[in-house]
Nanobody, 124 residues
Framework: QLQLVESGGGLVQPGGSLRLSCVASGVTLNYYSIGWFRQAPGKEREGVSCISSSGGSTIYADSVKGRFTVSRDNAKNTAYLQMSSLKPEDTAIYYC?????????????????WGQGTQVTVSS
């Protein structure tokens, strides 16, 4: 059974960077697309980015485009979210999720495997 574990969150100053990791266990990630989502207090979960199973296709939310980069290393069964030029409004719990198939979409209901989340706080 596929399990996902996120790490890499923390407290960072505005303008700083963090790299989140999403490590999969139980099955190989080769056949899964990965989505990154976030949820701030009092707000709905929103899509941040996703990457197809091969890594050849990526999608970004407008709010993070040009600042965040999604990638994956299927040999390590790991996906990453590199976050740069962080803003206070990026503060949220970040989740990775997986769905079998080759294409990705930033629709939470499509994903059937979720990690526990990692807190990202951007504050001076």
């Amino acid at each position: 059974q596929l399990q996902l574990v996120e790490s890499g969150g923390g407290l960072v100053q505005p303008g700083g960077s963090l790299r989140l990791s999403c490590v999969a266990s139980g099955v190989t990630l080769n056949y899964y697309s990965i989505g990154w989502f976030r949820q701030a207090p009092g707000k709905e979960r929103e899509g941040v980015s996703c990457i197809s199973s091969s890594g050849g296709s990526t999608i970004y939310a407008d709010s993070v485009k040009g600042r965040f980069t999604v990638s994956r290393d299927n040999a390590k069964n790991t996906a990453y979210l590199q976050m740069s030029s962080l803003k206070p409004e990026d503060t949220a719990i970040y989740y990775c999720a997986a769905v079998s198939g080759t294409m990705c979409a930033m629709i939470p209901s499509l994903y059937n495997r979720w990690g526990q989340g990692t807190q990202v706080t951007v504050s001076s």
